[in-house]
């Protein structure tokens, strides 16, 4: 029930919307949902609107274990 | 004549205003040596076997970023004659326009109609202008019929797939369909795509020197690339197809505009790319021909013919699972879900 | 890996086939271990797409049965909603705003939304936040359908407050939304349930945080994981389910760590919080849940369509046979309901499991479980 994408905030503009971007597609989004949101930081984004940050040092620490399983399988 | 003004019913009547819009704005773009005169019937010679096709276009908006519905009236005509082994010679045109249309919108599109024959190296030699009331039509409509000469005795068909032949692609996929959906819809995002329509007769003309190992190709139009692929083992009780999903080309913008969106690449309409099945033994030669072609830069290999499943179209997935590939259904329309 | 390209490598890796393997050794050891079959049912329409898109079926155990619950927004809408929006257009001069998802979704004599798209009085959007220049533009009524679960629930407040604040008194709102807690709770009571585990929809999940899902961990509750959607995610939630189950625990737990904070986030439910209260919920296939939904609250009252436009209120009415009910509680897959395939495709579907591409019907039809 909720397609959701993970880009990144490259500029924030005075009316709480940011311009985001993924590859070569950039679009605007809503940043009401998140709290003290920064350009350089990755939000999660449903229906326009980011709907909280993705944690990129939890998503490495994820994919270290995984390496990690693969090795040593 | 002016091209500032708009189309009134009088322009469709057969009267003199009709003839103004005739003679003073639309044969002017469109003649040629081939259409040297306004006449009811052009004539012409094709040597052989002839091919004829005709379609429609509809398509709102009809202007969109990459082209409008001029190119398309013609790339897409002459795609459907190219993909069957034909060499694309003539077009007509007819034209249903809504009172109101702006002027100056029918002058890009004829515009728009003569730069794309002239890159098909095809001409239109006929054609025809209704204007329908305000609100009973699209803004403007076109439907072109194409004529074409085929390029040598061998006939393209689903029914030459075998077991074992390899299944190609000739670019990567779901730019058109994206562009005009943010265009129709307004949606800002993949507002930066654009469709990739152009002519496929010179990846069709080179695919066609492999004589018989050419089974069969079509344009990956709408549907996208999982209508044809299911259209090519759709009544094959032998054989199905097996893809594998890290093969297909997806630009960025596209996969990233397509997540949001909820939508699929692969069925999503395309103008400039088809799918091809040959012979195994020239899958190789094949492809290094689209690849010396500008629109068959990255053509690939995605799948091969097999018994396993007969009739239907397997993806083997990036994980390594397997599911079937179905045909699209419905509307293709954004969703949360 | 390099910031800049860290979302694009990220998807890439989490769906690579040499990462996978390791992850479906565990899960083949752990279900053997199991032996028993074990159900494990996700409750989100994007998962039970992305389970079936990535193929992953095909990959677990045969003792390891993925059930699709209710979690499909159009889905649990009651066909009553759709002939209650196609009253407005007949007999309004509103405008309808929705998501594309209800689009297509019949109302009880077949009719649907899409076929008032061409003359502009069907508009759909991709984001609540089109509703205020939407609503700007016009000079009449403009009713959005808000459907959804607490995924998409802030988003619509958050769009209610920003067009209430730019004075948009044309903009009313048909809600339907629904919360998953307390249908997980009906998919529990129900008596003949059987269910060994919940895979827990990873985005909603990123509003309501952990917490909500507690009581999955009380007497007559089952392991609860909260799973991310790519394909290692998918692979790392059901093994993290199986292997709780192999080892008697009842845990709530979270895998979907990257996006999901055990609080959840707290600004997305305060904006909830302003403008919505909870509500009973009419669901389609299970009847009235309590306290299942959001309504907005009273001082809101008149951007409410309910009242406004004096709808009648919802009611379920199934087609005669349709099974739908009993595959929404995961009691029935879908193959074992006669009419699957048959009379029910997704080009002419009967019930609400079948009517939206997130169905667990659908779903079950276009990617072929009954055929691979």
Same mark, same amino acid.
């Given at each position: 029930?909720? =397609?959701?994408?993970?880009?990144?905030?490259?500029?924030?503009?005075?009316?709480?919307?940011? =311009?985001?971007?993924?590859?070569?597609?950039?679009?605007?989004?809503?940043?009401?949902?998140?709290?003290?949101?920064?350009?350089?930081?990755?939000?999660?984004?449903?229906?326009?609107?980011?709907?909280?940050?993705?944690?990129?040092?939890?998503?490495?620490?994820?994919?270290?274990?995984?390496?990690?399983?693969?090795?040593?399988? | 004549?002016?091209?500032?003004?708009? $189309?009134?019913?009088?322009?469709?009547?057969?009267?003199?205003?009709?003839?103004?819009?005739?003679?003073?704005?639309?044969?002017? $773009?469109?003649?040629?040596?081939?259409?040297?005169?306004?006449?009811?019937?052009?004539?012409?010679?094709?040597?052989?076997?002839?091919?004829?096709?005709?379609?429609?276009?509809?398509?709102?908006?009809?202007?969109?970023?990459?082209?409008?519905? &001029?190119?398309? &009236?013609?790339?897409?005509?002459?795609?459907?004659?190219?993909?069957?082994?034909?060499?694309?010679?003539?077009?007509?045109?007819?034209?249903?326009?809504?009172?109101?249309?702006?002027?100056?919108?029918?002058?890009?599109?004829?515009?728009?109609?003569?730069?794309?024959?002239?890159?098909?190296?095809?001409?239109? $030699?006929?054609?025809?202008?209704?204007?329908?009331?305000?609100? /009973?039509? &699209?803004?403007?409509?076109?439907?072109?019929?194409?004529?074409?000469?085929?390029?040598?005795?061998?006939?393209?068909?689903?029914?030459?797939?075998?077991?074992?032949?390899?299944?190609?692609?000739?670019?990567?996929?779901?730019?058109?369909?994206?562009?005009?959906? *943010?265009?129709?819809?307004?949606? /800002?995002? *993949?507002?930066?795509?654009?469709?990739?329509?152009?002519?496929?007769?010179?990846?069709?003309?080179?695919?066609?020197?492999?004589? /018989?190992?050419?089974?069969?190709?079509?344009?990956?139009?709408?549907?996208?690339?999982?209508?044809?692929?299911?259209?090519?083992?759709?009544?094959?009780?032998?054989?199905?197809?097996?893809?594998?999903?890290?093969?297909?080309?997806?630009?960025?913008?596209?996969?990233?505009?397509?997540?949001?969106?909820?939508?699929?690449?692969?069925?999503? *309409?395309?103008?400039?790319?088809?799918?091809?099945?040959?012979?195994?033994?020239?899958?190789?030669?094949?492809?290094?021909?689209?690849?010396?072609?500008?629109?068959?830069?990255?053509?690939?290999? $995605?799948?091969?013919?097999?018994?396993?499943?007969?009739?239907?179209?397997?993806?083997?997935?990036?994980?390594? &699972?397997?599911?079937?590939?179905?045909?699209?259904?419905?509307?293709?329309?954004?969703?949360?879900? | 890996?390099?910031?800049?390209?860290?979302?694009?490598?990220?998807?890439?890796?989490?769906?690579?086939?040499?990462?996978?393997?390791?992850?479906?050794?565990?899960?083949?050891?752990?279900?053997?271990?199991?032996?028993?079959?074990?159900?494990?049912?996700?409750?989100?329409?994007?998962?039970?797409?992305?389970?079936?898109?990535?193929?992953?079926?095909?990959?677990?155990?045969?003792?390891?049965?993925?059930?699709?619950?209710?979690?499909?927004?159009?889905?649990?809408?009651?066909?009553?909603?759709?002939?209650?929006?196609?009253?407005?257009?007949?007999?309004?001069?509103?405008?309808?705003?929705?998501?594309?998802?209800?689009?297509?979704?019949?109302?009880?004599?077949?009719?649907?939304?899409?076929?008032?798209?061409?003359?502009? +009085?069907?508009?759909?959007?991709?984001?609540?936040?089109?509703?205020?220049?939407?609503?700007?533009?016009?000079?009449?009524?403009?009713?959005?359908?808000?459907?959804?679960?607490?995924?998409?629930?802030?988003?619509?407040?958050?769009?209610?407050?920003?067009? +209430?604040?730019?004075?948009? @008194?044309?903009?009313?709102?048909?809600?339907?939304?629904?919360?998953?807690?307390?249908?997980?709770?009906?998919?529990? @009571?129900?008596?003949?349930?059987?269910?060994?585990?919940?895979?827990?929809?990873?985005?909603?999940?990123?509003?309501?945080?952990?917490?909500?899902?507690?009581?999955?961990?009380?007497?007559?509750?089952?392991?609860?994981?909260?799973?991310?959607?790519?394909?290692?995610?998918?692979?790392? !939630?059901?093994?993290?389910?199986?292997?709780?189950?192999?080892?008697?625990?009842?845990?709530?737990?979270?895998?979907?760590?990257?996006?999901?904070?055990?609080?959840?986030?707290?600004?997305?439910?305060?904006?909830?919080?302003?403008?919505?209260?909870?509500?009973?919920?009419?669901? +389609?296939?299970?009847?009235?849940?309590?306290?299942?939904?959001?309504?907005?609250?009273?001082?809101?009252?008149?951007?409410?369509?309910?009242?406004?436009?004096?709808?009648?209120?919802?009611?379920?009415?199934?087609?005669?046979?349709?099974?739908?009910?009993?595959?929404?509680?995961?009691?029935?897959?879908?193959?074992?309901?006669?009419?699957?395939?048959?009379?029910?495709?997704?080009?002419?579907?009967?019930?609400?499991?079948?009517?939206?591409?997130? !169905?667990?019907?659908?779903?079950?039809?276009?990617?072929?479980?009954?055929?691979?």
């Amino acid at each position: 029930m909720c =397609l959701a994408v993970p880009m990144k905030i490259v500029k924030i503009d005075s009316a709480g919307k940011a =311009l985001v971007k993924q590859d070569d597609l950039e679009t605007e989004v809503d940043l009401t949902l998140i709290e003290d949101p920064k350009v350089g930081d990755y939000v999660i984004i449903h229906a326009g609107y980011a709907i909280d940050l993705l944690d990129l040092e939890e998503a490495q620490e994820r994919l270290k274990l995984f390496r990690a399983l693969e090795e040593s399988g | 004549m002016s091209t500032s003004g708009r $189309i009134t019913l009088e322009h469709g009547s057969g009267g003199a205003l009709s003839r103004q819009l005739t003679e003073q704005l639309i044969y002017p $773009i469109l003649k040629s040596e081939a259409y040297g005169e306004l006449a009811d019937a052009t004539s012409f010679e094709i040597p052989g076997r002839v091919y004829i096709t005709t379609d429609t276009y509809v398509v709102d908006p009809p202007f969109f970023p990459g082209g409008d519905i &001029g190119t398309l &009236g013609v790339f897409g005509t002459c795609n459907d004659l190219a993909v069957c082994g034909a060499r694309p010679r003539y077009l007509t045109m007819g034209l249903v326009l809504e009172e109101g249309f702006p002027t100056s919108d029918l002058k890009r599109v004829l515009e728009s109609v003569r730069r794309a024959a002239d890159r098909s190296r095809v001409r239109v $030699i006929s054609g025809d202008t209704k204007v329908v009331p305000s609100g /009973k039509g &699209g803004g403007i409509f076109m439907n072109t019929t194409g004529v074409g000469e085929a390029l040598g005795p061998h006939l393209l068909s689903v029914k030459n797939i075998k077991s074992g032949d390899k299944v190609l692609i000739s670019g990567p996929i779901g730019s058109h369909g994206l562009a005009i959906l *943010a265009a129709r819809e307004g949606l /800002k995002i *993949a507002a930066s795509l654009r469709s990739d329509c152009a002519p496929l007769f010179p990846l069709c003309e080179a695919l066609y020197s492999l004589g /018989k190992d050419l089974r069969f190709m079509r344009d990956a139009t709408r549907g996208g690339a999982a209508a044809v692929l299911n259209e090519a083992v759709a009544n094959n009780s032998e054989c199905g197809l097996e893809i594998l999903e890290t093969a297909i080309p997806v630009p960025g913008a596209v996969a990233a505009a397509s997540d949001l969106l909820g939508l699929n690449p692969v069925e999503i *309409a395309n103008e400039g790319v088809l799918i091809a099945v040959v012979a195994p033994t020239a899958a190789d030669k094949a492809i290094s021909l689209l690849r010396s072609l500008d629109t068959g830069r990255e053509a690939r290999q $995605i799948g091969a013919a097999a018994g396993r499943y007969p009739g239907q179209v397997i993806l083997e997935t990036a994980v390594g &699972g397997r599911r079937i590939l179905d045909l699209p259904r419905g509307l293709l329309l954004p969703r949360i879900c | 890996m390099s910031r800049s390209q860290a979302s694009t490598s990220l998807k890439q890796v989490l769906q690579d086939r040499r990462l996978a393997e390791p992850l479906l050794q565990e899960i083949e050891k752990t279900a053997a271990e199991i032996s028993r079959t074990v159900r494990i049912m996700e409750v989100c329409g994007t998962h039970t797409v992305a389970i079936r898109r990535s193929g992953i079926h095909s990959l677990l155990p045969g003792n390891v049965l993925l059930l699709s619950g209710p979690g499909c927004p159009v889905c649990v809408t009651p066909t009553s909603y759709i002939d209650n929006a196609l009253q407005l257009l007949e007999g309004t001069d509103a405008v309808v705003a929705s998501f594309g998802d209800m689009l297509k979704v019949p109302g009880s004599d077949g009719r649907n939304l899409a076929g008032y798209m061409g003359g502009g +009085r069907v508009r759909i959007v991709y984001s609540p936040a089109e509703l205020l220049p939407m609503a700007g533009a016009i000079s009449g009524p403009l009713v959005f359908l808000a459907i959804g679960f607490e995924t998409t629930i802030p988003t619509v407040a958050a769009a209610f407050l920003q067009a +209430r604040r730019a004075g948009l @008194s044309n903009l009313y709102l048909y809600t339907a939304f629904k919360t998953v807690p307390p249908a997980l709770r009906a998919l529990l @009571s129900s008596p003949d349930r059987r269910l060994d585990g919940f895979l827990l929809p990873g985005h909603v999940s990123v509003i309501i945080g952990e917490q909500p899902y507690g009581f999955l961990e009380e007497p007559g509750g089952v392991p609860g994981v909260i799973a991310g959607f790519e394909p290692l995610d998918l692979l790392q !939630g059901i093994l993290a389910v199986l292997r709780q189950i192999a080892r008697g625990e009842q845990r709530v737990e979270n895998s979907y760590t990257r996006a999901v904070r055990p609080q959840g986030n707290p600004k997305a439910r305060e904006i909830m919080d302003q403008v919505l209260d909870p509500a009973d919920a009419l669901w +389609r296939g299970f009847g009235e849940i309590q306290d299942s939904g959001l309504a907005l609250k009273g001082e809101y009252r008149e951007a409410d369509a309910v009242p406004h436009f004096s709808l009648p209120p919802l009611y379920n009415l199934e087609p005669p046979g349709c099974a739908c009910a009993q595959v929404l509680q995961g009691r029935l897959l879908p193959t074992e309901c006669p009419l699957f395939g048959s009379s029910c495709t997704p080009e002419a579907p009967i019930g609400p499991c079948m009517v939206s591409s997130e !169905g667990t019907c659908a779903a079950s039809f276009r990617y072929g479980e009954a055929v691979l």
